[in-house]
């Protein structure tokens, strides 16, 4: 690593003896961004939310900026900054990524000899175990949902689809006589895309009998081609599901009447936890039944074992050789009274 960046710097070195006019001395970081962001190729979702980073968090501090004056302990000092106004890990990592994107390009053009954005210290995402319904209180949330939602959350809560797969699933990717569903389409909020997340997340996923009837009874009557789940608004029906809308005129009112019984028989209200949810109560019920984390990885599509990793302490038995390694010791330390 050390080695690399020795000689990074050292080519960068040689790059600015043998080339001092470079065109960066005279280009801000606003006009090279306009620049940069015209000739982006992202997918809508993902274009809104870097838009909205860019604006709140990178262009405040760098617009006025020249490339040429951007040092790497200048970008550090940003960090520090975003931190003490009380950037979140996310979001602050989320604007660096942006901001060595758009410098990186700088150096694709012959603008930069060298980003200043590399060995930058960021702050830490700290790291959660996922949320999940337990059966109780996911039961009580598919009673609290209008009947015309109750099919799709099932699906939601029985197979782990993201939001995207799950708003566009059409009906030919439902093989009743295999009990299988096809993850190929993607809702991506511009419209219905014939492409996952990932290469991984085209997959098969089974479906259990009373899902596939569920299902089965929603699609009555719709063409192999239509969306399994759309809008229903009059005058805006069948149309492709905005996750914003639906969370809020749907999900979120739902969970404001769902409630549940705990271990004490206490009357609860259920977490008011995200539609993600779903994802991972499938993914935990999974775990505590028995299913490995290798198939869990290709049911959810993970492009990456570490993902499903966060579901391991879900597992049965999961500190048992530790507690059986206690007790088979011959002699071990405790209180004497």
Known sequence: MQARAWGIEREASVCFRGRRDLR?????????????????????RTRRGDQSTLRNHVLPYWADWQLRD??????????????????????????????????????????LAISPCRRITLPRIPDH?????????????????????RTMCLLGFYTGLRWG????????????DRSRLLVVDVNTGNGVKPYPKTTKSRREVPLPPNVLDALGCHMRGLASDDLVFTTLTRGRAGRPLNDGNW??????????????????????????????????????????TGVSLYEVQHLLGHANYQTTERYAHLQPGAHEAVLDAWESMDARPALVA
Not at 90 to 106: G, Q
């Open 70 to 111: 951007i040092q790497r302990i200048d970008v550090q000092t940003w960090i520090r900054l975003l931190a003490d106004k009380g950037v979140g890990p996310s979001a602050a990592k989320r604007s660096y990524h942006l901001t060595s994107s758009v410098l990186r390009a700088a150096v694709d053009d012959d603008l």
């Open 129 to 149: 175990p996922p949320q999940w319904f337990t059966p109780s209180q996911a039961q009580s949330v598919l009673r609290s949902l209008p009947s015309a939602w």
């Open 24 to 44: 960066g001395t005279a280009v801000s970081f606003r006009d090279w961004h306009a620049r940069w962001w015209n000739a982006r190729v992202v997918a809508p």
């Open 247 to 288: 969370r809020r005129y749907t999900w979120w009112p739902a969970l404001d009447s769902a409630y549940y019984l705990d271990v004490a028989g206490e009357r609860r209200l259920v977490p008011h936890y995200s539609p993600h949810t779903m994802r991972h109560t499938c993914a935990s019920w999974l775990v505590q």
């Open 165 to 176: 797969e799950l708003t566009g699933l059409r009906c030919r990717s439902v093989d009743r």
